[in-house]
Nanobody, 114 residues
Framework: QVQLVESGGGLVQPGGSLRLSCAAS????????MGWYRQAPGKQRELVAH???????TYADSAKGRFTISIDSAKNTVYLQMSNVKPEDTAVYYC????????WGQGTQVTVSS
């Protein structure tokens, strides 16, 4: 089982940008796919973005055009670049990866507020 550690969350103003990082405990070439999910209080956890080792990406409709998922294999890290954030983006963001089981990070809080 891989360990996933998120960082980069915090408070950001509407329209601002934030980059979340997820560091994996082993080579990401053994983790496929990887992605970012989020969960707001009282809501279901939902997919934000998803990426395969082949580079195929999937985004929630709410994230398209604003968020970008990417991988740095040398750093065993997956990123979520969040731009033009909105208050409705406020949630705990979780890193996801699949090895031979589903693996989740501990989550990092993103709060969008002025």
């Amino acid at each position: 089982q891989v360990q996933l550690v998120e960082s980069g969350g915090g408070l950001v103003q509407p329209g601002g940008s934030l980059r979340l990082s997820c560091a994996a405990s082993r080579s990401i070439f053994s983790i496929n796919p990887m992605g970012w999910y989020r969960q707001a209080p009282g809501k279901q956890r939902e997919l934000v973005a998803h990426i395969t080792l082949g580079g195929t990406t999937t985004y929630a409709d709410s994230a398209k055009g604003r968020f970008t998922i990417s991988i740095d294999s040398a750093k065993n890290t997956v990123y979520l670049q969040m731009s033009n954030v909105k208050p409705e983006d406020t949630a705990v963001y979780y890193c996801y990866g699949f090895t031979n089981t589903h693996c989740w990070g501990q989550g990092t809080q993103v709060t969008v507020s002025s």
